[in-house]
């Protein structure tokens, strides 16, 4: 089975390659279930291999590799540690393929230790795939302590990922609570970011509590357009 996996994942995907045309043009690895299957068995018996694989196909431009490698990064978390896991994902060279990676890792170790997981993202080099990974880490965390992860919000100095944390958090909480998320929206320090977040959290607020959300609204000095936007929400209802 190892042999078998080994060689028929890279021999399935030149003999899509050939069907398909130029690397950047492959049909989804979803479309073909005998290449995701060689993957997920060259990535429980290999992983370094299967890592090696994914990266190959990624500087060939294979645009499915970003997905392949969460598949990998599954494997690595069934069968180590987080910390292990941890350590692959962070070795990957940087790029999507390693944002796609941390994010998933993110996501088992915020299940299980969301400061812990926290202090790993923090200890990465700053990237979109330790912004993202901290937005999974706090929505996870909102969503089974909002207390503590608020309270670890506090504790944060101003910077990325504090703003990361903070549309993590308030994306998942602002179904519990609009109006306090909002407030907490408001101290992003990255203008594109917080108005995005904002402009979600007031959705929400327009969709539970109309009459709230408009005054809200109508104090906000948030720019017309942005305020179309979440005024759009509530006539959709």
């Known amino acids: 089975m190892e042999l078998f996996s080994q060689f028929s994942l890279p021999l399935l995907c030149q003999m899509r390659r050939a069907e398909y045309g130029q690397a950047g043009n492959f049909p989804s690895i979803e479309k073909f279930p005998g290449c995701k299957a060689c993957l997920y068995g060259l990535a429980n018996t290999d992983t370094q291999l299967a890592t090696q694989f994914v990266l190959s196909r990624g500087e060939m431009g294979d645009k499915q590799a970003d997905d392949m490698i969460k598949l990998v990064a599954k494997s690595v978390l069934r069968s180590g540690s987080l910390e292990e896991a941890a350590r692959w994902s962070a070795a990957l060279p940087k790029g999507e393929i390693q944002d796609d990676a941390v994010r998933e890792v993110a996501r088992d ?25 901290t937005e999974v880490v706090f929505s996870t965390w909102a969503s089974r302590d909002a207390e503590a992860a608020a309270s670890k919000i506090d504790q944060m100095k101003t910077s990325p990922v504090r703003d990361s944390a903070v549309r993590g958090y308030t994306w998942r909480n602002a179904y519990k609570d609009p109006s306090a998320s909002i407030n907490l929206a408001n101290t992003i320090s990255n203008p594109k970011m917080r108005n995005e977040t904002l402009v979600r959290c007031g959705r929400i607020y327009m969709q539970r509590d109309r009459e709230a959300a408009s005054r809200w609204l109508s104090n906000s000095n948030l720019a017309p357009e942005l305020q179309k936007r979440i005024q759009a929400s509530a006539k959709r209802r």
């Open 109 to 133: 170790y915020a299940q299980n230790d969301p400061a812990k997981a926290l202090a790993w993202l923090e200890s990465m080099p700053a990237s979109y795939g330790q912004s993202r990974g």
